[in-house]
T-cell receptor, first 110, second 114 residues
């Protein structure tokens, strides 16, 4: 399957804490992408990490990739209530179409 | 840029009626995707186009569903006849040429079939 599986399914933290969510996949990839979906909205592309990269930062986001373990993690530091959303990983195998898993539902309590 | 535009944003129809969802991709993007999202099944890819040509429609659930892309700036997803189980949020997304293959999603159309 080209689908990524996110873990945990749900995560609840306090504002200011860090949030870590994980993604596992089964096939070789060109890159792996993370998306956010706020309630009632479309997905928004957050960050992409290429297969030859191990870590990437963008603002408060930090993504790691371990191709040997076929896993990735997304860390959101100093979380805010506005970070409340569902987060999806999408392994890009070069097929062009992405397959999304069930996502991690993050709740940040103010 | 206005982003991906979808219309209508909400659609309520009765079982058996024809429903047409519309999408305008971002200018210059050569890939267009249609997804369906439900609580039970998550986000499912229905069909995608490249340069207006359907590439993979294996996700289209039944013959009641059809999609067209008559030109680079417009696509439709049609359900005829509609059934209550078609109730979902339908998203359109587009992707620029080349790599990497990030996708840009529209706001979605919430379809309710009664």
């Amino acid at each position: 399957s080209q689908q990524g599986e996110e873990d945990p399914q749900a995560l609840s933290i306090q504002e200011g804490e860090n949030a870590t969510m994980n993604c596992s996949y089964k096939t070789s990839i060109n890159n792996l992408q993370w998306y956010r979906q706020n309630s009632g909205r479309g997905l928004v592309h957050l960050i992409l990490i290429r297969s030859n990269e191990r870590e990437k930062h963008s603002g408060r986001l930090r993504v790691t990739l371990d191709t040997s373990k076929k896993s990735s993690s997304l860390l959101i530091t100093a979380s805010r209530a506005a970070d409340t959303a569902s987060y999806f990983c999408a392994p890009d195998t070069g097929r062009r179409a992405l397959t999304f898993g069930s996502g991690t539902r993050l709740q940040v309590q103010p | 840029d206005a982003g991906v535009i979808q219309s209508p944003r909400h659609e309520v129809t009765e079982m058996g009626q024809e429903v047409t969802l519309r999408c305008k991709p971002i200018s210059g993007h050569d890939y267009l995707f249609w997804y369906r999202q439900t609580m039970m099944r998550g986000l499912e890819l229905l069909i995608y186009f490249n340069n207006n040509v359907p590439i993979d429609d294996s996700g289209m659930p039944e013959d009641r569903f059809s999609a067209k892309m008559p030109n680079a700036s417009f696509s439709t997803l049609k359900i005829q006849p509609s059934e209550p189980r078609d109730s979902a949020v339908y998203f359109c997304a587009s992707s620029p040429p080349g790599t990497p293959h990030e996708q840009y999603f529209g706001p979605g159309t919430r379809l309710t079939v009664t």
